[in-house]
């Protein structure tokens, strides 16, 4: 019985290290050197304790396996931890008695160190499969080295060939296991990190598509007016369109700033800004992509509504809130805009629609990036738009039915002008 209890506590002494590796290192512990130190500190309490606690049986055949957290420690750690676990399990043997054990110990260390480092290059760029096989075979050939040197240290004799037999047959059996369990855990392992790094791609290309979207706004809207200044009877001013274009093209450029800028932390580069009259410009950019829609725009917008902002981000949200509301009305219809300030400190932007409404469950998805009902729709602006207000400090309500339209109320809080 005590020895299926020493040998179980001698597993537990290798699994706890690899454990503890996969748990709490790998990923925590950013630097390789301090991995390193501390996998060399774990390896090194474990050849202790299996030096300490050995399987006993038979008169005074003791068995241990400090070779495999040497193994271990060496293969996947390399030369210095390797040297420093080697040097340990000499010092420890030392410390506990000088006896022909110690000699043994030295010898078996001597012949076989410089052989597992020379297969440690090797095992570092292989397989799983080759690695269990250099594991298994350093394994082998230090039973054997054990095996000679014992016998010819201390005389052959059957008892003694049966003990270093079994050694031979745990260190090896045992060797395979934990190799196996390793290379699995490792596999596991990387497959995740590879998982994470192809979900950062993703939200790379999503970041473009985003991109591309909000590029696209003002470069259609100065499309329109440059298509209206060929036109010979203006039914406004030259100048006015071309102070809209250029300020379209002022926030394109702008958007690719703030995209350039999208990884880095983001300053808050808010300013005081008139809702009101940013709410106007939009209105005035919508125009023409409502009036080829057939759609009205009617506005309450009342003066001095001042919130902490950024302009070009709050005109980006309105917009895209704007456009789909325009684009819920395939028929034609009016949207009711109005800016408010209330009661409670608040600003109330509300954009309503008489269009084609949502129902609970697509209200529910609004905002996640792709979802989309539309045929060339991107699934992207209720997103950005949504972000955008958040960043503002501001809520966005949505009050939607089927069949009968949409309200969107943004509140974002009201900052007083002192003049
Ligand atoms: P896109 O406009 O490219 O489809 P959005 O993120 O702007 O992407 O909108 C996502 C979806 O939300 C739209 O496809 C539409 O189905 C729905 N939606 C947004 N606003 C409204 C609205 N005012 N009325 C009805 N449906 C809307
Ligand atoms: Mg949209």
Same mark, same amino acid.
């Given at each position: 019985? &005590? ?8 597993? =537990? ?135 000679? &040197? ?28 934990? =190799? ?85 932390? =983001? ?60 684009? &819920? ?76 339209? =949409? ?13």
């Amino acid at each position: 019985m &005590s020895i299926i209890k020493d040998f179980l506590l001698q597993l =537990t002494l290798m699994v706890i290290p690899i454990f503890v590796y996969f748990t709490f290192i790998t990923e925590k512990v950013k630097s390789d050197n301090n991995k390193k130190v501390l996998m060399t500190f774990l390896w090194g309490i474990s050849i202790i304790l299996c030096i300490s606690f050995p399987l006993s049986f038979g008169q005074d055949a003791r068995l241990d396996l400090r070779f495999i957290p040497l193994l271990f420690g060496t293969l996947y750690l390399g030369f210095g931890p390797g040297v420093f676990l080697s040097v340990l399990v000499i010092l420890y043997r030392l410390y506990s008695g000088i006896n022909m054990g110690v000699y043994t110990t030295v010898l078996v260390l001597l012949l076989s160190l410089p052989v597992i480092l020379f297969f440690q290059k090797t095992f570092v760029s292989s397989n799983k499969d080759k690695r269990i096989k250099i594991a298994v075979g350093l394994a082998l050939y230090y039973c054997l080295v054990g095996l000679t &040197s014992f016998g010819i240290l201390n005389g052959f004799s059957l008892d003694i060939v049966k003990v270093q037999l079994i050694h031979l047959i745990f260190v090896v059996a045992v060797t395979w296991f934990f =190799t196996m369990l390793m290379e699995t855990i490792r596999e596991i392992h990387q497959l995740r990190t590879e998982l994470l790094n192809s979900e950062k791609l993703k939200v790379v290309s999503e970041l473009s598509s985003v991109f591309a979207h909000e590029i696209r706004n003002p470069m259609q809207v100065t499309r329109g007016f440059l298509q209206l200044l060929d036109d010979p009877e203006l039914p406004k001013s030259k100048k006015e369109y071309i102070k809209i274009s250029i300020e379209e093209l002022d926030r394109a450029n702008e958007i690719i700033d703030d995209f350039l800028t999208f990884g880095k932390p =983001t300053v808050n580069n808010n300013i005081k800004v008139n809702a009101g009259y940013q709410m106007e410009r939009v209105i005035n950019i919508i125009q023409g992509y409502s009036q080829n829609h057939h759609v009205k725009i009617q506005t309450k917008i009342e003066d001095d509504c001042w919130i902490d902002a950024n302009p070009q981000k709050l005109n980006q949200s309105l917009i895209n809130i704007m456009k789909n509301a325009v684009e &819920s009305m395939p028929n034609g219809g009016t949207v009711w805009v109005t800016c408010t300030a209330t009661t409670d400190g608040n600003i109330e932007i509300m954009i309503k629609d008489q269009g084609i409404g949502m129902t609970k469950k697509q209200q529910d998805r609004l905002g996640s990036p792709f979802y989309s009902l539309k045929e060339n729709g991107t699934g992207l602006g209720m997103m950005v738009s949504f972000q955008i207000i958040r960043s503002f400090k501001g809520t966005i309500k949505v009050n939607s039915e089927k069949g009968r339209g =949409t309200e969107f109320i943004i509140l974002l809080p009201q900052i007083f002008q002192t003049k």
